[in-house]
């Protein structure tokens, strides 16, 4: 059974940086597509960002060019480097497989204020 831990959210100005963490455990990360969501306040969570195992990414439209993703394998961890963040991106962050895994971890909040 996948677990996953996420962190690095926390509180920042707009046009601020984060880069959030994500441990893996119960699946190596080498063999699946990986991903980044998010969920505002609300019933609807989004795919943000996605790695696949070749090492392509795609990026929602709203982030492309200010956010990254990236892994790595032998830590069995996947990260997101969000740069020039906006009020719009405050959301609680999640990663998981995509297709996503039925077992969520508890995500990591963001928030963008002045």
Same mark, same amino acid.
């Given at each position: 059974?996948?677990?996953?831990?996420?962190?690095?959210?926390?509180?920042?100005?707009?046009?601020?940086?984060?880069?959030? %963490?994500?441990?893996?455990?119960? %699946?190596?990360?080498?063999?699946?597509?990986?991903?980044?969501? &998010?969920?505002?306040?609300?019933?609807? &969570?989004?795919?943000?960002?996605?790695?696949?195992?070749?090492?392509?990414?795609?990026?929602?439209?709203?982030?492309?060019?200010?956010?990254?993703?990236?892994?790595?394998?032998?830590?069995?961890?996947?990260?997101?480097?969000?740069?020039?963040?906006?009020?719009?991106?405050?959301?609680?962050?999640?990663?998981?497989?995509?297709?996503?895994?039925?077992?969520?971890?508890?995500?990591?909040?963001?928030?963008?204020?002045?």
């Amino acid at each position: 059974q996948v677990q996953l831990v996420e962190s690095g959210g926390g509180l920042v100005q707009p046009g601020g940086s984060l880069r959030l %963490s994500c441990k893996v455990s119960g %699946s190596p990360t080498r063999i699946y597509t990986m991903g980044w969501y &998010r969920q505002a306040p609300g019933p609807q &969570r989004e795919v943000v960002a996605l790695m696949f195992n070749g090492g392509f990414t795609s990026y929602e439209d709203s982030v492309k060019g200010r956010f990254t993703i990236s892994r790595d394998d032998a830590k069995n961890s996947v990260y997101l480097q969000m740069n020039n963040l906006r009020p719009e991106d405050t959301a609680v962050y999640y990663c998981n497989l995509h297709p996503p895994s039925p077992s969520w971890g508890q995500g990591t909040q963001v928030t963008v204020s002045s």
